[in-house]
């Protein structure tokens, strides 16, 4: 490839570097888990294409299944009556196959051309490329004609390096040690470990120097990562632990947000786990997504979200998933 080339799929950093330098084409679509990154790069697009002072105007954000293309197509049409652009914003892109072909055949024809007039427009995906590549054509369609950007979660060693910048900046006098225990604990996810950060910030006093006995004590009383001690119980099959860290989860954490990373350690899990332990996890997967649809959808009333999460926990212990349906354990 000559040097003025560019290639299709670029890393975060190959991207930003290309991207500040004016090669920002009209559609992105940005791919993989590290939700942090694509944040970063959505709001980059964004104050590309509609401005750093734009008022939100021109700003439309589709999601999935649900999105209307017919809708999407007519933003990148025009701008209506109260913004000079338009950035369309498609969520969950993948789950967009099943709609109406003759939209999602006009969508792909808009972008295929490069030129948006001056429009914008960002697929978004948790998924990576060769997940995505996998998932359906209109997926593949997505990756042929936008400009790919993949956000994978940072190597160990750079993602401590960059907790340790975060923290500097953020004000929090992290040792390197208590920086290398939450990453042994965390993983290397920017998000979640920014949310961590942000709990260190509520928890200690500005200034206080965090060593990795004081991250140990912030664990031990529950004001620091009772959610993944708690997705690590879960999976693991370890329900009465886990019911009782969803007692502290619960109190900062949504039901929604708590399955979503119920399924993102399940399926971590299951793509390292022997033969013995699958058929646990798959269950705790598929009543994961269960609980995301009928909460997504409106379907559960009340407090009935807990139980469903509680009932998602149980399944995915071996132990009682053989002595039949499960039955909430006495505290």
């Known amino acids: ?63 999935g299944a649900e999105a209307p293309l017919g809708e999407l197509n ?31 055949k006009s969508l792909l024809r808009r972008l295929e051309g490069g030129d948006l007039g001056g429009f914008g427009f960002v697929a978004l995906s948790t998924l990576t490329v060769g997940e995505l590549e996998r998932k359906n054509e209109f997926a593949r369609a997505l990756l042929r004609v936008c400009r790919v950007v993949e956000l994978d979660h940072p190597r160990p060693v750079d993602a401590l390096r960059w907790l340790l910048a975060e923290s500097e900046r953020r004000g929090i006098r992290l040792d390197a040690r208590a920086g290398r225990f939450l990453l042994s604990r965390v993983g290397p996810d920017l998000q979640e470990l920014s949310r961590e950060l942000e709990k260190i910030e509520i928890g200690l006093p500005a200034g206080t120097a965090v060593g990795e006995e004081d991250v140990r004590h912030l664990v031990r009383r529950g004001a620091l990562g009772s959610a993944w001690e708690f997705c690590s119980a879960v999976v693991e099959g370890r329900s009465s632990e886990a019911l009782r860290l969803w007692q502290a989860v619960h109190a900062t954490e949504t039901v929604l947000r708590a399955q979503w990373l119920l399924q993102r350690q399940a399926r971590v899990s299951l793509a ?49 998933s053989r002595v039949g349906a499960p039955v909430r354990p006495a505290p």
């Open 272 to 320: 390292a786990a022997g033969p013995p332990s699958v058929p646990h996890l798959r269950d705790l997967l598929l009543r994961s997504h269960d609980i995301e649809s009928a909460l997504k959808g409106g379907l559960v009333p009340g407090r009935q979200d807990t139980v469903a999460l509680e009932l998602a926990v149980l399944s995915a212990d071996p132990a009682v």
């Open 74 to 104: 007519g933003a990148l049409a025009g701008s209506g009556l109260f913004a000079s652009a338009t950035l369309a914003v498609l969520d969950d892109a993948e789950r967009c196959a099943r709609g109406p072909v003759a939209e999602r």
């Open 1 to 63: 490839m000559a040097a003025s080339e560019t290639p299709r799929s670029l890393r975060f950093s190959d991207w930003i570097r290309r991207f500040d330098g004016g090669d920002a084409p009209a559609a992105h679509f940005l791919c993989g888990p590290e939700t942090l990154l694509r944040d970063q790069a959505l709001a980059r697009i964004r104050a590309r294409v509609l401005g750093p002072d734009d008022p939100g105007l021109g700003y439309r954000r589709f999601y």
